[in-house]
């Protein structure tokens, strides 16, 4: 539901005006409304002139509004996810949770939809998406070194499930796989690659299977 009365509460400082802008136009997202800056300012109270203050236009808004529902997301995802101790179990609840959560919140799933895809999709295994994607594998359950994950296997592990959540973004199926028949589909397929384990293929083994020209 939309947001009346903002006009009475006067933002006190950066801060609060910023949050005032994302907000409002979080709710213009859900309602499925358009967000512009002149549709920002007027439900927000704050004057147009302000909005330019922090934000170049409407694409910038939208991306911040998508940002904070991110950081929002992946507190929770972190929360769910710290009682697992498997890492299988801990990697496919997590892209389950994540693709459901993309369909179910649409600030969320603005990072990644189709009219954004060019902006955001292509930026998915990007050093700052690695970076994010371990901050909440470090948070799991999981005893990764104890299992003999290093840094590095980590970084794959993530950049690996980075790109199966970007496999269900650009092509979700049809009919699309929710609940247990997605959980049931990742266990059977993607589980097993995370449970061979870091060092499941390493160089020499690659060499010889794929022999280079001489």
Known sequence: MLTDGWEDSTPVDDTSTIDRIVEVAAELIEADESVSVRRVAQRSGVPRETVYRYFSGADSIVL???????AEFLLELSARLREIV??????????????EQLR????????FNAAGRSRYLDEVTS??????????????????????WNDADLDELVEFMLRTLQSFIVDP??????????RLYLRRWVAPAVAAGAGAANPIEV????????
Do not use: K
């Open 207 to 214: 060499a010889n299977i794929h022999p280079e020209a001489d």
């Open 173 to 182: 199926g049809e009919p699309a796989r929710s609940g247990a028949d997605l």
């Open 104 to 111: 179910a919140n649409q600030r969320f799933a603005l990072m």
């Open 127 to 148: 050093p700052e998406a690695i970076g994010l994607g371990r901050s909440i594998i470090d948070e799991v359950g999981v005893d990764w070194h104890a299992q003999g």
């Open 64 to 70: 911040a509004t998508a940002e904070s529902a991110a």
């Open 86 to 99: 498997s890492p299988a179990d801990a990697v496919v609840e997590g892209i389950a949770i994540t693709i």
